[in-house]
């Protein structure tokens, strides 16, 4: 797909999505062929995001707007928001477990708007996603819609380690050798250490060539790190160290990832150690 035809159709998403706001248009072909796969995520019973159409919704910083989106195959999801007061909103697009899509969060503040905010996003494969619009502060009404485009040929596989529910086991004192390269689609590295005690774990990452980063995660709440790193020790731009609580027969989440997408291959050591 040439890059001509990519802003084509995504320019497409967002002009009827804007036509959907401002003049309350509705298109349901848009909707077709669109629809949860297998039902909606266990233990979840959110409405599915409007496409075509507007909805208002309500958000605050203790309980998110939240929709379901199913898609059949890959393909282009545009998401815009308007909020009705001061809030500054975002929005992330998740894969079923709350993991953010890669570009999959904006907060840009349109035109110095605090509460208007608009996303297209690829979709890499059939499933389940999830939409959420917060807000750190305060809370806000405000009206949603989505586009979506089916595109199969955006179709990627699976990164074996790129997702929390594959991460690799990082078992303290045992360092694993390892490598990312967002050259060529592999974006990061997930790790799980799981204490016996209870204490203090840290996760130490050392590249003598290229940037990395590295941030931590509680189980299942994968929208928001814990604790991020990007302090390059010694001087170092791959060398990286994160310090976390833990309770004892509790997992964590590292993401190890490029600080830059397109830096290509780095090779890497990470290790682990609980006090």
């Known amino acids: 797909m040439t890059g001509k035809v990519r802003f084509a159709l995504v320019a497409t998403c967002v002009f ?17 062929g669109v629809s949860l796969v297998g039902g909606s995520p266990a233990g979840q019973d959110l409405p599915a995001l409007p496409l075509g159409q507007v909805a208002s919704a309500q958000t605050s910083s203790e309980a998110p707007a939240a929709f379901l989106f199913g898609a059949k195959t890959a393909g282009f999801l545009t998401v815009v928001v308007r909020g009705n007061g001061e809030a500054d909103l975002r929005i992330i697009i998740t894969d079923e477990v709350g993991f953010p899509l890669p570009g999959g969060t904006v907060d840009v503040d349109t035109n110095g708007d605090l509460s208007a ?35 199969p040929d955006l179709a ?105 997408e397109g830096e290509g291959l780095i090779a890497y050591k990470v290790r682990a150690g609980v006090m």
């Open 156 to 260: 990627t596989e699976p990164d074996p380690d790129g997702h929390p529910n594959s991460a690799t086991a990082l078992v303290p004192g045992t360092p694993i050798e390892s490598s990312v390269d967002g050259a060529a689609g592999d974006l990061m590295d997930w790790y799980a250490v799981t204490s016996d005690i209870g204490g203090m774990v840290t996760v130490i990452v050392e590249a003598p060539e290229g940037d990395l980063a590295l941030e931590v995660y509680k189980e299942d709440e994968y929208r928001q790190y814990l604790d991020a790193s990007d302090q390059d020790m010694q001087g170092v731009p791959g060398n990286e160290s994160l310090t976390s609580p833990i309770e004892a027969g509790q997992t964590l989440y590292f993401k190890v990832f490029p600080l830059f």
């Open 16 to 32: 009827v999505l804007f036509a959907a706001l401002f003049l309350g248009s509705s298109d349901p072909a848009l909707a077709e």
């Open 117 to 151: 905010e608009q996303l297209t996003v690829v979709v890499p494969r059939a499933g389940n996603y999830q939409v959420y619009v917060d807000t750190m502060y305060d809370s806000s009404s405000l009206n949603i819609g989505g586009t979506w485009i089916p595109y």
